[in-house]
């Protein structure tokens, strides 16, 4: 079945615990992307890649670093979290940028 | 940055009526997506039109683009209390490289 997979769905940390959220895609997707979603403020692009080792910012990249060694994977890594990075976490990949993309299940983090 | 803009945000109907939702956009683009969210779940792609293309269908879905008024609008046709749920439009950026979403609409269809 093509997905895209996340993990942890559901994670409480303390400020300053480093932490990283996997993704993992099967559908042979270039590209793939990060947003996180908050109330009233929508989906908000965090970090994007074109390609394995290519990767870019997006709209809100502070506080955020992402790789992309592999194909189908693109973690998300928080090296010092802070509470404003409370929210929820969305992975998504698709063909190229502009095309539909696929998103995973969610990503719930809160950060005390 | 958050190109489109969907209004109205919160909408109420109930079942069996028509809901319709729009999209505004600032910048040129090459094509215009529409997604549903239900609450806390990820993403599904409902509909793309291209930018040469003016109105294109889906089951009960009825998706308008007009480029000269940078406005989108969906159409959910007969609505059942399973349709509740937000939803979004998606315009790709001046790039190219990626989807712009807009806050969303709300819809809520009551039985």
């Known amino acids: 079945e093509a997905q895209v997979t996340q993990n942890p769905r559901y994670l409480i940390t303390v400020t300053g615990k480093k932490l990283t959220v996997t993704c993992s895609q099967n559908m042979n997707h270039e590209y793939m992307s990060w947003y996180r979603q908050d109330p009233g403020l929508g989906l908000r692009q965090i970090y994007y890649?074109?390609?394995?080792?290519?990767?870019d910012k997006g709209d809100v990249p502070e506080g955020y670093k992402v790789s992309r060694k592999e194909k189908r994977n693109f973690p998300l890594i928080l090296e010092s979290p802070s509470p404003n990075q409370t929210s929820l976490y969305f992975c998504?990949?698709?063909?190229?940028?502009?095309?539909?993309?696929?998103f995973g299940p969610g990503t719930r983090l809160t950060v005390l | 940055s958050q190109q489109g803009e969907e209004d109205p945000q919160a909408l109420s109907i109930q079942e069996g009526e028509n809901a319709t939702m729009n999209c505004s956009y600032k910048?040129?683009?090459?094509?215009l997506q529409w997604y549903r969210q239900n609450s806390g779940r990820g993403l599904v792609h409902l509909i793309l039109i291209r930018s040469n293309e003016r109105e294109k269908h889906s089951g009960r879905l009825r998706v308008t683009l007009d480029t000269s008024k940078k406005s989108s609008s969906l159409l959910i046709t007969a609505s059942r209390a399973a349709d509740t749920a937000s939803y979004f439009c998606a315009t790709d950026s001046n790039s190219g490289y990626a989807l712009n979403f807009g806050k969303g609409t709300s819809l809520l269809v009551t039985p």
């Open positions: 890649s074109m390609n394995v080792e290519v990767t």
């Open positions: 910048t040129s683009i090459n094509n």
């Open positions: 998504a990949s698709s063909l190229q940028g502009r095309h539909t993309q696929y």
